[in-house]
């Protein structure tokens, strides 16, 4: 199931409208029905994690990585709270350098060894 059918599944469990969910994560409703339709495949992730919150599930059932809807509890390592600290010490476009980095390094790492390289 995509990311769009899960967000639609979902919005009508809850009996959400797309104006609802637009109004809630801030988009058109247009918007939400492209994002349904799968016509709009890089949905940033702030969007991602409002409509997650909005329809009480988990973020992570939302982009397909676990089938379970129901939210868990979010516990994090010492090590993961000192970077989001760091990480929100950043300045806007400081953290969003930082993002495309950390999405660089995630897929460098699912390439072969061999053939790895990291380009900024």
Known sequence: M???QRIRETRLKRNKT???L???ID?????????EANMI?????DKLHKIADYLDVS???LIG????????PLILTVDEQLLIEDYRSLSPQDQETLRILCQRLLAVSKQPQD???LTL
């Open 2 to 4: 995509t990311t769009g």
């Open 18 to 20: 797309m104006v609802d």
């Open 22 to 24: 637009a109004q809630a």
């Open 27 to 35: 988009v058109s409703p247009t918007t939400i029905s492209k994002y």
């Open 41 to 45: 495949h890089n949905i940033p992730h």
């Open 59 to 61: 973020f992570y059932y």
């Open 65 to 72: 990585l676990d089938d379970d809807e129901n939210k868990a």
């Open 115 to 117: 053939i790895i390289q």
